[in-house]
């Protein structure tokens, strides 16, 4: 736990000044720990996310941090234009008096934001609206970094959606076998090799110029959006560690392997594992209703084969990470990352099972979109 005179000396090396009244660990995510802290300033209360940037994730804290805050005042200028309010429809973080993005002392490397107030997010889906509103949000997003050079964005980590190189990894994890779990595990690792042929679909597609390189935010969860608290509707995108050059797959498919599925992800019992159509339809709805016009016919086309291309890929790395001994994922039990693997494979094997309903969705919807409303980004 991080106590109250260091995060009182971080912010006061970000220019913060007036009384420090209350401390708030945030617990929600799993690689940077947050703090809330409240200052009065005469009769003016401000809020503040104070966070310790996991260094060990994220080893070039410059350009972690070049690239949100490069992505985040692009957003304000285009949220400002279309009549938005920027303080609250995106991050907006502080620099320290001498203008740098972040703050190294002995207690670590620090970055604070401002707090977004009257909002909330969800950890799991109640409902079809929730999802859609989800989509919404990413859709919005995407158009908005449309023409957001991606090529001037670092790469923080590096091949995080490269998925051949992710199998690469697992058949290297299952030679040398550090662990001596891979005889164990020989039916998922022959269900991933068998779909190697299809890994590196997306990536071709890019090389041959049919989907373009763009901004990605490659953690499409569902609490990485903040909604309003009186509209209900999404806010902000949060969480933007991961912003990198990638593929609108990426994000598309990765909200569905996480929002549209019937269990949870480290559920043991795969007979509750399936894909929902319903979410599916209501996530495509939301995200084409934002951005359908700005994809290429490509991405359309692709979109539900993306939902299979993360949900395998995500399988790979949990089973890679099982037989490494559990060095990247936090586990609870010494099956957890095995679990979670033989979850992601199910789901993906129903994915395939439903890819030409998937399409015949996205299609339909992307036609009345566009049938409707013509050019809508």
């Not at 509103?133 to 919005?140: L, M, P, R, Y």
């Not at 569905?256 to 019992?269: L, S, V």
Request: hydrophobic residues 35%; negative net charge.
């Amino acid at each position: 736990m991080t106590n109250t005179e260091t995060i009182l000396k971080v912010c006061r090396n970000f220019g913060i000044d007036g009384k420090l009244k209350e401390t708030k660990a945030l617990t929600d995510g799993h690689i940077n720990t947050t703090v809330l802290a409240v200052f009065e300033n005469g009769e003016k209360q401000e809020k503040y996310l104070v966070q310790k940037i996991n260094t060990h994730v994220f080893k070039d804290q410059d350009a972690l941090m070049q690239n949100i805050v490069n992505v985040t005042h692009f957003l304000r200028k285009k949220i400002r234009a279309s009549g938005g309010d920027p303080e609250r429809e995106t991050l907006h973080f502080l620099k320290t008096p001498d203008g740098g993005l972040y703050f190294n002392d002995e207690s670590g490397c620090w970055r604070i934001y401002r707090y977004i107030d009257n909002s909330y997010t969800y950890n799991m889906i109640d409902s079809a609206e929730v999802f859609r509103n989800a989509g919404e949000s990413f859709g919005k997003f995407q158009k908005l970094l449309n023409d957001y050079p991606s090529e001037t964005l670092l790469e923080t980590i590096p091949d995080f959606h490269n998925t051949p190189k992710r199998v690469e990894n697992l058949e290297k994890s299952a030679q040398a076998d550090i662990c001596s779990r891979a005889s164990g595990v020989k039916k998922e690792i022959e269900f991933a090799l068998s779909r190697k042929n299809k890994a590196g679909i997306a990536l071709t597609l890019c090389e041959m110029g049919e989907i373009p390189l763009r901004v990605t935010h490659n953690d499409t969860k569902l609490n990485n959006i903040l909604f309003d608290a009186d509209t209900h509707k999404g806010l902000c995108v949060i969480d933007l560690d991961t912003i990198m050059p990638g593929l609108s797959l990426y994000d598309f498919g990765d909200a569905i392997r996480f929002g549209a599925k019937t269990a949870e992800e480290d559920e043991p019992d795969l007979s509750k594992v399936s894909i929902s159509l319903p979410l599916y339809e209501a996530y495509t709805k939301g995200y084409l209703s934002s951005c359908a016009a700005a994809l290429t016919r490509a991405e359309i086309d692709s979109l539900a084969f993306s939902a299979f291309l993360m949900t395998y890929e995500c399988g790979i790395r949990f089973l890679t990470d099982y037989l490494d001994g559990d060095v990247y994922f936090r586990t609870e039990y010494p099956e957890h990352n095995l679990v979670r693997a033989r979850n992601q494979f199910k789901m993906a094997r129903e994915i395939e099972k439903n890819l030409d309903e998937m399409n015949r969705i996205t299609k339909r919807i992307y036609d009345e979109i566009m049938s409707k409303n013509g050019s809508l980004c």
